[in-house]
C-alpha cells in the first residue's frame, strides 16, 4: 500500500471502484461541504474536492477534504498547477498529508479567462506531469523537489487525469503513458458520453499495456437538462456530447430523470470496458442524484475494507 | 523582431499629463512607426488631440530609433522646444521611454504599452513567440516555443483543451502543442514527446530582477 487510503484498497482489490465529486462552496459553510459528504459517504468509495474550477474562487481543495474527511469521507485532493508554485504546492501537500488526506489528484487546471478573476496572473511554475512526478518522488524518495530530505512519512495514493478527446487523438495514449510513468496511481478521465470513441481509446491504452500499470476510472456527468447538453457539447473544450444524446435530453418529458438514465446507461457500457476499473462521477452541483445512479447502475452497496 | 506596441486610451494619457500644461512629443521611426502607434501621423494626430485638450505642445520629432543613443542628440538639437515643456509624452515603446529619461531631467510620459516582442507572421499581423525565458528548449520542441504559445506554458504536451487544433481559450489561438506535434511528425521526431520533459530553472526568466549580460572581451 502506497497510502493505504480507502481509494487504493478497493483499486487494489481489483473491485469495480466509484468515486464521486464535490466541489466547495463559494463562500465559507462548512455545512455545504458537511451535506455533501452525507449524500456521497455510502454510496461512492472517494470523493474529489476540486481546486477552484473553471477558475472560480471558492473553498479551498485542502479545507474541503478536511470537512469530508471528519464525516467519514476518503477525499482526493485536487491540485492545479495554475494558482501555485513549487514551493506552495509542496507545502499543501505535506499539509494534506498531516491532516489525513491520502489521494492527490493532478491537474493543469482550467485557463484563469474562464473564471471569476479573468484578470488574475496565472503561475504554472510546474506542469500537471512534472507535479505528478514530484508527488511520487516526495513519496518514494522522501525528496522536495530541489532534493532536501522531507521529514516524516509521505504516504500518497497519486492520481491524474486524461481526456480521450482532445486532440490530437493519437498523442493521447502517449500523454497518459508520460503520466503513468511519471507515477499516476489512479487516473479519473473526462467525461465520457461518445462511447465508441473511449472505447477506441481504451484500445490503444490496453494494447500498451498502461490498464496494467494504473487505475483508470472513467468520468461521467449527469446531465440535468437540455440546455446543460446543449451548453457541453458547443461551449465546454475538451468535451463530446453526440447530437443523439442532446436530442434525448430535449424530447425528454422529465429532464433530470432521462439525464440520470443516460448516466445509467452510460456506467453500464463503461463497466463492459476492459482496462476500467471504476467509474468517476462528477454530478457539478446536482450531488443529490449521485446515489441513485450508483443504486441503479447495480453498484451498490460499496465495499467496506 | 519588433517591439509591438499599442496606443494607450487618451483618457489615461490625459489623466497621466494633468497639471502638465506644455507638453514635448517624441515618436519614433523604427518599431513604433511600423505599428502605427508612434510614427509622424500618430505624433500630429496626438498633436491635435493634446492641443483640442487646451495642452500647448512646444514641439514634436521623430527620433530615428527611440532606444538607440542618437535619441540624445536629437534631445540636445531640439533643446529650446523640450526645455519649454513640462513634460515629454513618448509615443515610443518602453525601451524608448527609458532611453529619453536618461538624457532629460523632464517627466516623461508613456504614450504606448509595450505589448511583447513579436514576429509579424502575416502582413500586418504580429504574434509573440518568445518570452526571453533564458533556458531556450526549442530543440525539443521543434522550433515552437510552448512557454509563450501555451496559455498555460505546458512542457509535456497539450492539455485537455486542445480541439481541432484550437487553444481552449479561443478559436484565434492555435495549440501550440498541435503545432509542436505536427511539425515533430513532419520531422520523424514524435518520439520527443514520449520524454518527460522535468521541472525547470526558472531563474533565468524574469523571476529575480533585472537580468544583466557582461559581454567580455
Not at chain 1, 499543501?92 to 491520502?102: E, K, R
Not at chain 2, 501621423?41 to 530609433?65: F, H, I, N, R, Y
Request: with cysteine.
Amino acid at each position: 500500500m502506497k497510502a493505504g487510503t480507502n481509494l487504493e484498497k478497493v483499486l487494489v482489490s481489483g473491485m469495480f471502484a466509484v468515486t464521486a465529486e464535490a466541489g466547495p462552496p463559494k463562500g465559507t459553510s462548512a455545512a455545504v461541504m458537511q451535506r455533501k459528504a452525507e449524500l456521497l459517504r455510502h454510496c461512492c468509495d472517494a470523493t474529489n474536492v476540486t481546486d477552484n474550477q473553471t477558475a472560480i474562487v471558492r473553498m479551498s481543495s485542502l479545507a474541503g477534504c478536511v470537512l469530508l474527511k471528519q464525516q467519514g469521507v476518503d477525499p482526493v485532493m485536487q491540485i492545479v498547477c495554475r494558482d501555485r508554485n513549487r514551493i506552495a504546492i509542496q507545502s499543501d501537500v505535506l499539509g494534506a498529508i498531516a491532516l489525513g488526506i491520502g489521494n492527490i489528484l493532478c491537474l493543469s487546471g482550467d485557463h484563469q479567462m474562464f473564471g471569476n478573476h479573468p484578470t488574475a496572473k496565472n503561475v504554472f511554475d510546474i506542469d500537471s506531469i512534472q507535479l505528478i512526478q514530484a508527488l511520487k518522488a516526495m513519496r518514494d524518495e522522501k525528496k522536495f523537489i530541489c532534493g532536501d530530505d522531507i521529514s516524516g512519512e509521505v504516504p500518497l495514493f497519486i492520481g491524474a487525469a486524461a481526456n480521450p478527446y482532445a486532440d490530437p487523438f493519437e498523442f493521447r495514449v502517449t500523454r497518459l503513458a508520460k503520466k503513468v510513468k511519471a507515477g499516476a496511481d489512479f487516473i479519473q478521465t473526462q467525461a465520457v458520453y461518445d462511447v465508441a470513441k473511449f472505447a477506441k481509446w481504451m484500445e490503444m491504452v490496453t494494447d500498451q499495456g498502461l490498464d496494467k500499470q494504473t487505475h483508470i476510472l472513467a468520468g461521467v456527468i449527469p446531465i440535468r437538462s437540455a440546455g446543460m447538453a446543449r451548453y457541453m457539447r458547443d461551449y465546454v473544450s475538451g468535451v463530446s456530447v453526440p447530437d443523439e444524446v442532446v436530442t434525448r435530453m430535449e424530447q425528454a418529458k422529465d429532464a433530470k430523470e432521462e439525464g440520470a438514465g443516460v448516466a445509467i446507461e452510460l456506467i453500464e457500457q463503461l463497466k463492459e470496458i476492459p482496462g476500467i476499473h471504476g467509474v468517476h462521477i462528477m454530478a457539478v452541483g446536482w450531488e443529490d442524484i449521485v446515489p441513485e445512479i450508483v443504486k441503479q447502475a447495480g453498484l451498490l452497496p460499496r465495499p467496506v475494507l | 523582431m519588433k517591439t509591438i506596441t499599442e496606443q494607450k486610451p487618451f483618457e489615461e494619457i490625459s489623466e497621466a499629463l494633468s497639471g502638465v500644461e506644455k507638453v514635448y512629443v517624441v515618436g519614433c521611426g523604427t518599431c513604433a512607426t511600423m505599428c502605427h502607434t508612434g510614427g509622424k501621423s500618430e505624433v500630429l494626430d496626438m498633436k491635435e488631440k493634446l492641443e483640442a485638450a487646451g495642452k500647448k505642445v512646444t514641439g514634436w520629432m521623430v527620433v530615428p530609433t527611440a532606444c538607440d543613443e542618437l535619441t540624445r542628440d536629437a534631445l540636445e538639437e531640439n533643446a529650446k522646444d523640450v526645455e519649454e515643456a513640462d513634460g515629454i509624452l513618448a509615443m515610443t515603446c518602453a525601451f524608448g521611454v527609458q532611453t529619453i529619461i536618461l538624457y532629460t531631467n523632464k517627466p516623461v510620459y508613456p504614450s504606448l504599452n509595450t505589448l511583447f516582442v513579436g514576429k509579424e507572421d502575416t502582413p500586418g499581423h504580429f504574434i509573440e513567440v518568445c518570452m526571453q525565458c533564458g533556458n531556450c528548449i526549442l530543440a525539443k520542441t521543434a522550433g515552437i516555443c510552448p512557454l509563450v504559445r501555451c496559455a498555460k506554458s505546458l512542457l509535456n504536451g497539450p492539455c485537455g483543451g486542445s480541439v481541432d487544433g484550437k487553444c481552449e481559450i479561443s478559436p484565434d489561438v492555435p495549440c501550440a502543442w498541435q503545432m509542436i506535434y505536427d511539425r515533430l511528425a513532419a520531422l520523424g521526431q514524435l518520439d520527443k514527446l514520449e520524454e518527460i520533459v522535468p521541472i525547470r530553472d526558472w531563474s533565468t526568466s524574469s523571476a529575480g530582477g533585472p537580468r544583466q549580460v557582461t559581454i567580455s572581451g
